[in-house]
């Protein structure tokens, strides 16, 4: 059985004389122990509300409506009360920010920081917490533990800081943490040496990690299976050789197309999605992708497509109608045909954008009007 | 015309370090730019790569003159900028322009486009009437693939991508030779990067520009630039073409930077030779003496590194690097060991973090 089983998740924020706004709109995943899942889209997909949401942090009443199911360990996370929350947060499920400064409470030292969820879950305190707490920091690379104990956030530097808030999260060795883009404030070369960091601890106490990025190189080469969000829904499960290798959903394949990768020929174009985040269909409509996709078809517009399992893969799903075909497939070779045939006629193919986006919000089609 | 349109020669910019309330007495200096020596050819793109306080910023927009030069010259088409007076600086600024990284705090948020890109014309008394001005305003708006109606329209109706695509035309629209660009792409969803990288590639064959591509991600620099300078603590550690610099990178730094870069593909992530490097970057307040990366170096070698400071020198055509010992690595005979992180022990009453001032407003 899965560690945590998220089944058809939503996240509604419906503020009076507001829009409202399906920030997560039934997201389903699962994470065994041990395993390093990752959820992976671009700003406003809803992967950082879907983690808030499993950790019951989302702010309680105030026009926010969480529906579906969070399955941790046999209880479900949505349902259970405040104080029991509590017990399992930081004990159970750690997590870690993006922004380790803002996450870190600036006037109280590192060690009465780290010490307080040591006391908190595990009853220790005075010097053995302090013990604790410095065999934590050296864990996780700090050196000259001791004295960072001492010292305030502000006089650690970033990847410092990251390190500090990963020492917090597996204080008490939860069986699941959740890092919510640990590295993107990071430099590179600090960025490599926290991967490496979580990639250890995770190995050697069998820690199940939720990898939350937006980075499909960071996915690459640390989790097992890879989720891809767009508006609120998985759109693509798969292992990640697999994902790679075969990407079927067209905003995949858009993303890994549209990444300048270091290993490429210098000059070779990069293949953008057309358009941006806001030009998107409510799912109940069809496709959420359809606007921007460059394989829409009429049935895209048909209600919400349904996942797919791929015919040989392994657990390889995903959620659209008109897939891209598979290499050496007869569809790839018919489409092939189908696009030289356009190019020979001088119609652009349908992957190339227009490089206009389309028009800002709604306000457009009128504008266009006016002129 | 020469060849080279920008030439930079053994720039330093150094911001002072002042303590007290009244008398403000300098305690030492911040040295963001230490000695950088560079050219950048008409029609290409300088891509200028290193980690946050590394200077690269400070350099772009001190060959703009945008930051006070402690020393050294700019030389933009035969003319040494740091020596004109104001009032020739400002018509010059025309033939270079800035684009910003982060469209939304860099256009006003009370002018519409309209209004933003005709100010830069009315400035530099560019176009007889209002109707030629507006015949370029559109002409340039078309080149960054904005629709018409984006006019009367102000910053906050538009998503990033498009104000990216308006930073760019506000720089267009003056019809520069040299365009600095910092961090045009970083703010950028994914996706739209790769549309405002495009959009940039095309630009620079239509108008003939020459770029200066300022960033932090060695990918979006190898994707779009011809030659690539890797900085670290305020000087070039390394340049070469693009494709060299990724096949046969010399510097111990770039090849650890070369290194820490995630690649979106399992099977080269899987077998790919990582080189941690140990440590934070040092302040640029008090930078380590002779080469500036021996404390992280996992190369380094005893005495010459620590004492001399390794010149900027050309292995090959076009690649230069300041290693010493950059044959030797090269060939093998030098094999990397483990770095002990150096503690960088800063006593309580000395300033804690001493970073180089934030980005100052926009001054164009």
Redesign the interface.
């Known amino acids: 059985m899965a560690l945590l089983d998220v089944e058809d998740l939503s996240v509604v924020f419906a503020r009076r004389g507001q829009r409202t706004v399906r920030a997560v709109d039934g997201v389903d995943f699962t994470i065994d122990a041990g395993q390093v899942v990752g959820l992976v889209g671009e700003s406003g997909c809803g992967k950082s509300v879907t983690s808030l949401a499993v950790m019951g942090l989302l702010p309680k009443g105030s026009g926010v409506r969480v529906g579906g199911k969070a399955v941790f360990d046999g209880t479900d996370l949505l349902r259970m009360d405040a104080r029991a929350m509590r017990d399992i947060r930081g004990r159970d499920i750690a997590m870690i920010f993006q922004d380790p400064l803002s996450s870190l409470n600036p006037v109280v030292p590192i060690g009465v920081q780290v010490t307080e969820v040591l006391a908190r879950h595990r009853g220790l305190d005075g010097e053995k917490a302090r013990k604790e707490a410095a065999h934590l920091l050296d864990r996780v690379g700090i050196p000259d533990p001791q004295r960072r104990l001492k010292e305030y956030p502000h006089q650690l530097s970033g990847g410092m800081r990251q390190r500090a808030l990963i020492a917090m999260a597996v204080a008490c060795q939860p069986r699941m943490l959740i890092a919510d883009e640990p590295t993107t404030a990071l430099d590179v070369t600090i960025q490599a040496q926290i991967l490496e960091l979580l990639k250890d601890l995770v190995h050697e106490s069998g820690t199940a990690l939720l990898m939350i990025t937006h980075d499909l190189g960071v996915v690459a080469g640390l989790c097992d299976v890879i989720n891809v969000l767009y508006a609120g829904k998985v759109v693509e499960t798969a292992y990640r050789h697999e994902l790679f290798a075969v990407p079927r959903h067209p905003y995949t394949v858009g993303l890994l197309g549209s990444i300048p990768r270091l290993d490429a020929v210098r000059g070779e174009k990069l293949t953008p999605i057309r358009g941006s985040v806001r030009d998107l269909l409510p799912w109940a409509e069809g496709c959420a992708f359809a606007p921007r996709c460059f394989r829409r078809v009429e049935a895209c517009l048909a209600g919400t497509p349904a996942l797919v399992e791929m015919v040989g893969g392994r657990e390889h799903r995903y959620r659209c109608v008109n897939p891209t075909p598979l290499a050496g497939s007869p569809e790839e070779a018919r489409e092939a045909d189908s696009q030289k045939a356009r190019s020979d006629r001088g119609e652009p193919a349908p992957g190339q954008a227009a490089p206009g986006e389309a028009a800002p919000g709604e306000a457009a089609p009128q504008a266009e009007e006016k002129v | 015309m020469t060849a080279n349109l920008v030439e930079v020669h053994d720039l330093k910019v150094h911001f002072p370090i002042t303590r007290g309330v009244i008398f403000d007495k300098v305690i030492g200096h911040v040295k963001a730019v230490d000695g950088v020596d560079l050219t950048i050819r008409r029609g290409q793109t300088y891509g200028l790569v290193g980690?946050?306080g590394c200077g690269k910023s400070t350099l772009g927009r001190a060959i703009l003159q945008l930051s006070p030069v402690t020393a050294g010259s700019v030389v933009f088409d035969g003319v040494d900028l740091t020596t004109l007076s104001s009032e020739e600086l400002r018509s010059m600024r025309r033939r270079m322009q800035m684009i910003f990284q982060d469209p939304m705090s860099s256009l006003d948020p009370r002018q519409n486009v309209e209004s933003i890109l005709v100010e830069g014309l009315a400035a530099h008394g560019i176009g007889a009437s209002r109707s030629h001005r507006r015949e370029q305003v559109l002409k340039t708006l078309d080149a960054?693939?904005?629709?018409?109606?984006a006019l009367s329209?102000y910053p906050h109706?538009?998503?990033?991508?498009?104000r990216q695509?308006i930073g760019i035309a506000r720089a267009l629209v003056l019809g520069p030779d040299l365009i600095v660009a910092d961090e045009p792409v970083s703010a950028l969803?994914?996706?739209?990067?790769?549309?405002v990288?495009?959009?940039l590639?095309?630009l620079q064959t239509e108008m003939e520009l020459t770029y200066l591509v300022i960033a932090?991600?060695?990918?979006?620099v190898?994707?779009?630039a011809?030659t690539v300078g890797v900085m670290y603590l305020g000087a070039l550690v390394e340049e070469a073409p693009?494709?060299d610099l990724?096949r046969a990178p010399l510097h111990p730094y770039t090849r650890?930077?070369?290194?820490?870069?995630?690649?979106?593909?399992?099977?080269?992530?899987?077998r790919?030779e990582?080189i941690?490097?140990?440590g934070?970057?040092p302040s640029p307040a008090n930078p380590p003496a002779g080469c500036r990366f021996h404390t992280r170096c996992p190369w380094a070698q005893p005495t010459r590194c620590v004492e001399e400071r390794p010149p900027l020198r050309e292995l090959r055509t076009g690649h230069r690097v300041a290693c010493h010992w950059a044959e030797d690595i090269e060939a093998g005979r030098l094999q990397p060991h483990e770095v002990a992180?150096e503690?960088v022990h800063?006593p309580a009453e000395q300033p804690?973090?001493v970073a180089a001032p934030a980005e100052p407003a926009p001054y164009l």
């Open positions: 980690e946050s960054v693939g904005l629709p018409q109606w329209r109706e538009f998503s990033g991508g498009q695509r969803d994914v996706s739209i990067q790769a549309q990288l495009n959009l590639d095309e932090h991600d060695l990918a979006v190898r994707h779009i011809d693009s494709d990724y650890a930077l070369m290194s820490a870069v995630p690649v979106p593909d399992p099977e080269v992530e899987d790919r990582r941690l490097l140990s934070d970057l992180v503690l800063q804690v973090e």
